[in-house]
T-cell receptor
């Protein structure tokens, strides 16, 4: 059982569309991170959220941390082919010995 | 942030053999982490490599199968021993660059026939 559940697992959309990826847990996290991984590369950090209810924006990407710090979402506006990749949420929770745990990932494909 | 070099980037190996993956960091770090990413799946922590002491292994991973060396603060190796097709994965080295953020190497894609 994944400590962090991500949905959807796979998303294929047209350029210009909007999308949201969800990361949910029954556990409280002290912080949540979002990474993007391209084929042949390691994951690269996009953002860290630490405060319940926090919203962070990175150009066309909007990240939100749930009020109870058990969930997070990533919203992409007007997706572009360059957004294609594997999106991973990861977080630190006392329930897992305060080690970084990863969700299963969402594979995003943006078609031009 | 740190720059991590991993090699080999990919390899195809025969069942029963062993492969050693190297991880070089451009700065001194206390802990280095080894992850496994099986095809289409997320990252699973194998072990934490500490300089000057034995690595700390996560549940399901043992030293005999995944021996780790950490001779200094910038280098570590992970060996995958007595490989089987189930060991086919991407193996990633990472370091904590502060504020609990990890930087990853590009990974070593291993295929076992």
């Amino acid at each position: 059982t994944q400590l962090l559940e991500q949905s959807p697992q796979f998303l294929s959309i047209q350029e210009g569309e909007n999308l949201t990826v969800y990361c949910n847990s029954s556990s409280v996290f002290s912080s949540l991170q979002w990474y993007r991984q391209e084929p042949g590369e390691g994951p690269v950090l996009l953002v860290t959220v630490v405060t319940g209810g926090e919203v962070k924006k990175l150009k066309r990407l909007t990240f939100q941390f749930g009020d109870a710090r058990k969930d997070s979402s990533l919203h992409i506006t007007a997706a572009q082919p360059g957004d294609t990749g594997l999106y991973l949420c990861a977080g630190y929770s006392m329930e897992y010995g305060n080690k970084l745990v990863f969700g299963a990932g969402t594979i995003l494909r943006v078609k031009s | 942030s740190a720059v991590i070099s991993q090699k080999p980037s990919r390899d195809i190996c025969q069942r029963g053999t062993s492969l050693t993956i190297q991880c070089q960091v451009d700065s001194q770090v206390t802990m280095m982490f080894w992850y496994r990413q099986q095809p289409g799946q997320s990252l699973t922590l194998i072990a934490t490599a500490n300089q000057g002491s034995e690595a700390t292994y996560e549940s399901g991973f043992v030293i005999d199968k995944f021996p780790i060396s950490r001779p200094n603060l910038t280098f570590s190796t992970l060996t995958v021993s007595n490989m089987s097709p189930e060991d086919s994965s991407i193996y990633l080295c990472s370091v904590n660059v502060g504020a609990n953020v990890l930087t990853f190497g590009a990974g070593s894609r291993l295929t076992v026939l």
